[in-house]
Structures are given as structure tokens and as C-alpha cells.
């Protein structure tokens, strides 16, 4: 962790030199990202690729995304799976390391963040007891049936370190406002067929469920996953509700950990990357 803050002293006068580079050199995109110092600090924590801060939302549109921009409707999301399809898959059991690369705790790298909760907790906690950390299906897998072989069980995108007995209240409920507040989870609620998630993830919960609905079509083998607008879904391979999670997707715009999360799953994990992280107005381009 020493070597981690001094790491971080050194990124201070090279970013000022990138922000000069960028003034020179208009065509480079670091003026994009508002956040750039902190996301800065994020991307040293992401591993040898160090002299590559990460990549502008700008220079994927250039690249990544090159065949999805200016379309909307059926049109980009169509144009979004193709890209997104291209990744590599885990098995169920390489997820426990990926998670605790993806979620880890900035402030230290010994934990992971848990997604409900918001605790951080030893990486070396998870398993099955009620306070230990187990491997969240943010899309509940019965959602469609896919369980745990390679495929949508297994797709870090939407699994997330949670407290054991959260993640069992949690189920396999939809997502909605409103419940009674969970004690051991201050800020979520959850109620007889719905559950809400505490404010600083609710975007994430969005994102991961509306990454989910591009990335399964039907093509793999399992169901093609598509959000509603109830709850009460069962085994359908449908989550609601669309109008909360698209609400939610406003009120909480991706932050420094959702996007060095998905930078690290590009880098370093699957290859592919949640579109609606990188841009959050593509949900309303989609769902209308
Ligand atoms: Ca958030
Ligand atoms: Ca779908």
C-alpha cells in the first residue's frame, strides 16, 4: 500500500502534463471525462498497463464503439450486443478472482466493497457463512433459468460481492422502490416481491441489469433476457421494473468505482465492457 500512495504522488505532475498535451493537441480526449483526476487515481490501481491512464470514453467511441454510434433504438442495441458478445467467459469458480480484482476497495486492497452493504471486507472472507461475502447475481439467475455454467451465471458484469444474508433476502426479487428497511443493510429496502438497493448503487443495479438485456439475446443457448415493468417475474427471463431502473440510471450516474470496475473487466477479465457505463444516455436512446 506504500508503494500504491507513491505511485499515486507521481501521477499528479504527469497529469498536468497530459491536461497541457491535451490543450496542445486538441484531438486527444482527456477533456471528456470531468473526473479525470480521480479517475486517474483509479486506473494506477489497475495494474501494469500504468502509462495508459484510462481510455476516454472519446477514444472508444473511436474504436470500441465505432459501430454503434449515431444509431438508436432496436438499431443500437443491436449494434451494442454484437460488440459486447466478443469477450472471454469464465467458469463459475475463476469468478471468485475476478471479483476480488473488479470490486476492490481503493482504500485497500486487501477488501472488497460488498455491493448492499457497502462494507469493505477481507478478499479472503468469502464463502457461506452470514457474514461472510458470496457472488451476487445482480440479474437473479432463476430469472431465465441459466444458473451457474459459463454464460450469463458467470458474467462479472452483473455479479457483485454481497453480505451472505443480504444477498439472501435480496433472492431472486425484482427490483422496485419501497419495503421496509433492511437492519443489517441500512438504506435497502425490500418488501414481499421487490427489492431496492441503497442510493449509491442503484445506477449500478441498472446498468448490470440493462448490460444484461444487450448481452443475452437468445443466441447462447440461454433465454433472451429483456427488462419489464413489474415485479413478481418468477422464472421469466425478465426483471422489472424498466421505468425504476431507468429513474434509478439518472439519479445515480456511474462514479470512479462502477467505471475503474468496468475498466478492469475490459483490461483485465472479459474484454468487454457495459456500454451503459460509458454512456448512461444510451439507456433512453434504447428504452424509450
Ligand atoms: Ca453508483
Ligand atoms: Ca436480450
Known sequence: M????ARRRWRRPLLVAAAAASIAVPSVAFATDSATDSATDSATDSGPADSGARTPVQALDDTYY???IGKTGPELKA???TIISDQTKLSYDQVWDALKKTDEDPGNTSNVI???TGRSQSKDTNGGNPDEWNREHVWAKSHGDFGTSTG???????LRPTDVSVNSTRGSKDFDNGGEELSEAPGNFTD????????QVKGDVARMILYMAVRYDGEDGFADLEPNDQVGNGSAPAIGRLSVLKQWNDEDPPDDFEKRRNQVIFDEVQHNRNPFIDHPEWVADIWK
Open 2 to 5: 506504500s508503494a500504491h500512495s
Open 66 to 68: 465505432k459501430d454503434a
Open 79 to 81: 449494434a451494442l450486443h
Open 114 to 116: 460488498l455491493l448492499y
Open 152 to 158: 450469463p451465471g458467470t458474467d462479472v458484469h452483473h
Open 192 to 199: 414481499d416481491d421487490s427489492y431496492e438497493p441503497r442510493d
